[in-house]
Nanobody, 125 residues
Framework: QVQLVESGGGLVQAGGSLTLSCAAS????????IGWFRQAPGKEREFVAA????????YYADSTKGRFTISRENAKKTVYLQMNSLKPEDTGVYYC??????????????????WGQGTQVTVSS
């Protein structure tokens, strides 16, 4: 089993940057894909970015492509989400999620088996 803990959220002005971290426990971390999702108040959870087990394949939502970068350090069991040029519409609770078996994951929530508790990101205008 994998347990995920997010950190790095906070309040930032539009145009600013934040880096989120997702720290994992469990032996299987380095062999499975990890994704980031976010949920704004009153809205459904939406896909942000995902990375394969090796880091060789990444996916981004159209809304985050070119501004966000997902990366991972398997030796540290950590996945990062570097967020630049933040906009007020990026506000929400950000969750990292892991697959139990899949080495490459994408935007479908059903691909993920483990979820962190979330970290709040607020972008002021």
């Amino acid at each position: 089993q994998v347990q995920l803990v997010e950190s790095g959220g906070g309040l930032v002005q539009a145009g600013g940057s934040l880096t989120l971290s997702c720290a994992a426990s469990g032996r299987a971390f380095s062999t499975v894909g990890i994704g980031w999702f976010r949920q704004a108040p009153g809205k459904e959870r939406e896909f942000v970015a995902a990375i394969s087990w090796s880091g060789g394949t990444t996916y981004y939502a159209d809304s985050t492509k070119g501004r966000f970068t997902i990366s991972r350090e398997n030796a540290k069991k950590t996945v990062y989400l570097q967020m630049n040029s933040l906009k007020p519409e990026d506000t929400g609770v950000y969750y990292c999620a892991g697959s139990k078996y899949m080495v490459v994951v994408g935007p479908t929530i059903g691909e993920y088996d483990y979820w962190g508790q979330g970290t709040q990101v607020t972008v002021s205008s």
